[in-house]
C-alpha cells in the first residue's frame, strides 16, 4: 500500500459527526491530524432507512431461494434453540430460502430481488448525497488532492456508530469511481498507544486453525476443500463441530498464524455468537483468555465466513487483541461465502496485500448480484489502526536462510577447471580499474555533463508522489486575470489583494513580481502597506542582461529584510532541458556581485520566507566559519565545485542542489481573482507562507525544471519547502557520495564496483547474445538501484557506471575470444 487514511468520524447520526482526517505514507499511521475537524451533519434518516427498509428487504430474501428446502434439517439443528412449536416452525418456515449462515428466523413479508436492489440502491444514494454534505467537502478535497487514481490505498472508518458501521463504504463515489484502488475498512474510534500488534512470526509454513462450526443447512465442507488446496506452504488443522474446550486447548497450546471460522453465526443484542457444534455457541467472551494467548504468539488475522459478524468483532476489538478479520457484515449466503473465501486466499497467497486480496475478492461477487443482491458489500475488514497489514510472505522464512534451507540436500557444485595463462580475476580488476579511470577521466573534463543532469532529472521525476506542503499557498495570475486585471497588474490591485490576505493572518507573504517602479494608481497604499506589515517581502534580480531594483521608496532595513533576490541559477549546456533549474541560491556576499544595479539582498527570496516560518518556530539559523547555512540541526552545505555529474560550478552564491517535493505542484493553489472577490477562507491563509505570481503566458516566467516547464513562482514553492521540510521534517537534501580535494573518490569505488560486475559477466558468457541479455539485466539492476537510492536523496553516477560496465565487459569478452 501507498497511502494509510484514516477517517475519525465520532459521534451518532441523531446529533452528528465530528471529523477528522489523518493521511499516512507507506503503511505508517499517522501521529498528526492531516486537517482540522470539521462536521457530518445529522441524518437519522440514513440510519433509520438502512435498519427498518434495506436491512428488511435484504434479510427478506430468504424465502425465495430455489434450493431444496431444508425443513428437515432445521428441525435436527434447531430445537435447542426454540422451545416451544411455534418457534420451531418458524424456524422451518424461515429456512425454506437462501441458505444463509445464520440461524433461521420468520419473513413475514416476502420481497422480490427488484425490491432490494432498489433497495440497496436508494441507500447507497443516500449515503453519498449525506458526504456530499458542504460541511464534509473539505475532507472529501483533500483526501482527493493527495490520492492518485493507480495508488493503493487503505481506508480506515473508525466510529463507534453502529449503523455507520452497517453502511455500504465501497459505495462510496470517492472509492467506486474516482480512486478504485482504495479499499474502506472499519475500526475503532480510538485504541491503546500501548497495546500495538506484534509483526508476524516467520515460520517454514503458515499455520492456520480452522474452525468448522455447525453446519446445518449450509455446505462448509467446500471451505475445507479450499483450504486443503491452499497452498504447499500453508499447516491446516481442523476442528470439525468442535467442543468448547477443544478450541481453548488448541489457542493455549500451540500458535497459529490465522484462525478460520465457518458455519453458523449472528449478533444479538450487539453480542456476537459463533454456533460451534449443534448444542454449543460461543461468545468472545467466553474465549478471550485463548485468543489473548493466541494474538502474543503471533496471531494476525481472523476470517469468520459467517453472518452478521459485526458483532464479534466489536467485542474482539474491546480488548484491542487481533489486528486484522475479516467479516461478513450481514446475512451472508452460503454460495457468496465460498466464493469470496476462495477468490481472496488464491488472491491473498499469490503475494497480493491482504487489502487489494479482499478488494479483488469483493469486487468478484458483483458479477453474482443478479442473483444475490448487494453480495459485494458484505465482506468488510476490521482494522487495529496501528497494525500493518501482512502479505503471504511475511509468514515465512526466507528462501536462502538457514533455517529454511536446513532440511534441503547438499549438493555439490561442479568444479571449474583451473584458469591457464592470465588470472581470471587479476583481469576482471585490471580491466575494471583500467575502465574506470578512462571513464572518470572523461567526466572530469566535462564530457557527460549534458547526459548526466539528464539522467539526474529522469531519477529525480520517478520519485513516488509526496503529499502536498500544506504551509504553503500560492496565488496564481492565470491568463484569465491577466486578462481581467492587466499585465503587469496595477499597484492598487497588487495592494487590494494584499489587504485581503493580511486579514486572515499569514505568517508572511510573498509577492514575486517586480514593483521598481510606480504602477499607478495606488502606489502609495501599496508602500504603506509593506510600511505596516514587515512580513510583506517582494523581490529584486540581478541578470548581465536585464536587472529589477528594488522599489526605491525602500529604505536600507527594508532592502535588507523585505526583499530577496528572485534569481534562479540555469545551467548552460547544449542538451534539450539544458537550461533547467535544479539548483537553489540560498545567499551571497553583496561585495561578490560584479553588476551595477540596487539588487544588494545577501539574501534569496526563498530564504527570507522560509527563515520567517522557522523563527515563528522558534527554530534559530545562522552562518557558519565555512559560510554554510545552519538551520536549526541541518547544515545546508554549499555545492563544491564538482558535485555528481556537475563538473565546473564555481558559483560564488551559496547554494544547494535543489530537491523539488515529488509533486509538480507542491503546494494548495487560488488565484489572484479568487482572493480579490473573497472567495478564500481563513483555513487557506492562517499561519501559512503565501506566495503571489504570475503563470499567464504573458508573462513568460516559465522555466524547464525536473517537471517540464513551471512558472517562477511555483519553483519558489518548491525551495521554500525544501528548507521547512528539512529544518522541520528531517527530509534529506540531496547529496552526493563522497570526495576529497576535488577527486570524487566515492563515486569511482562505485563506478569501479559496477564494472567489474559486467568484467564477471564476460567470463560466464557463452555467447555474444547471452552476454547482452545478461548485461541488459544488470544495467536495469544498477538504474534500478539508482532510483532507489534517490527515494533516499542519493544522487549516484549512473552513467559513468554503465558506461564503465560496458566497456569492461566488453574487452574482457574479446580477450577471451582472441
Known sequence: MDKLIVLKLDGNCEQGFRCTLKIGENNQFPSTDFTGSDNL?????????EEEHWREKYRGLGSHSRRRNQQ???????????????????????????????????ISNRPSLKDCK?????????????????????????????????????????????????????????FAERFPKAEPSLSKLNYINSEIPRKPVRKSQVRILAILGNSAGIDVTKDRKILDNLSPNAEVKFLIEPKREEINDRLWEE????????????????????YINATEFLTINELWCGLRKAVDKGLQLAIFNCCDGLGLARNLDDFQMIPQMILMRELVPDFVA???????????????????????????????????????WLPIIWQHPAAVPPVWNDFLLAPDSPAAAENLPAVAAPKRPPVKGFSRWRAVVLASAGCTLAVMGARFLGVMQPIELSMFDRLLGQREPELIDHRLLVVEVPDKDAGKYGYPQSDATLAGALDKLQQFKPLAIGLNMHRNSAREPGRQKLISLFDNNPNIITVCSYDRIKNFDPPPEFSEDKLTNQVGFSN?????????????????????????????????????????????FLENQGIKSEITQNQEWRIGAVTFPKLANRTGGYQNLNAPVSQVLLNYRANSQPAFKVTLEEVLSGKVTSDLVKGKIVLIGHTSEVSKESFDTVYGKMPGVWIHAHMISQILSAAIDKRPLLWVLPQWQGIQWGDAVFVWLVAATGGLLAGRGRSPLILAIAGAAVIFAVYQGCMAIMAFAG????????????????????????
Open 795 to 818: 544522487w549516484m553516477p549512473l552513467v559513468p557506471a554503465v558506461l564503465a560496465l560496458v566497456a569492461t565487459g566488453g574487452i574482457l569478452f574479446l580477450y577471451d575470444r582472441s
Open 255 to 274: 500458535s497459529w498464524d490465522i484462525i478460520f471460522f465457518a458455519g453458523h453465526g449472528e449478533s444479538e443484542h450487539d453480542t456476537g455468537k459463533i
Open 72 to 106: 428437515n434439517l432445521v428441525r435436527l439443528i434447531y430445537p435447542f434453540l426454540h422451545s416451544d412449536a411455534k418457534k420451531n416452525t418458524a424456524a422451518e418456515s424461515g429456512a425454506k430460502g437462501l441458505s444463509f449462515r445464520i440461524k433461521p428466523k420468520r
Open 568 to 612: 534562479l541559477p540555469k545551467d548552460e549546456a547544449r542538451h534539450e532541458k539544458g537550461n533547467s533549474i535544479r539548483r537553489q541560491p540560498l545567499s551571497y556576499h553583496p561585495k561578490l556581485s560584479n553588476f551595477t544595479n540596487n539588487c544588494k539582498s545577501p539574501n534569496s527570496f526563498s530564504l527570507l520566507l522560509a527563515l520567517r
Open 118 to 174: 432498489e433497495s440497496g440502491e436508494k441507500l447507497a444514494k443516500m449515503l453519498n448525497d449525506w458526504l456530499s454534505s458542504p460541511e464534509f467537502a473539505k475532507v472529501d478535497r483533500l483526501i482527493g488532492d493527495n490520492l492518485n487514481p493507480n495508488e493503493e490505498a487503505r481506508v480506515l472508518i473508525c466510529t463507534d456508530d453502529k449503523h455507520l458501521q452497517k453502511m455500504p463504504w465501497n459505495r462510496w463515489n470517492l
Open 338 to 376: 465460498q466464493e469470496f473465501l476462495k477468490c481472496f486466499l488464491k488472491e491473498f497467497v499469490d503475494g497480493k496485500s491482504l487489502y487489494a486480496a479482499a478488494r479483488e475478492a469483493r469486487r468478484r461477487l458483483e458479477g453474482f448480484e443478479d442473483r444475490f443482491p448487494c453480495a459485494s
Open 41 to 49: 451533519p445529522p441524518n437519522p434518516q440514513l440510519a433509520a432507512f
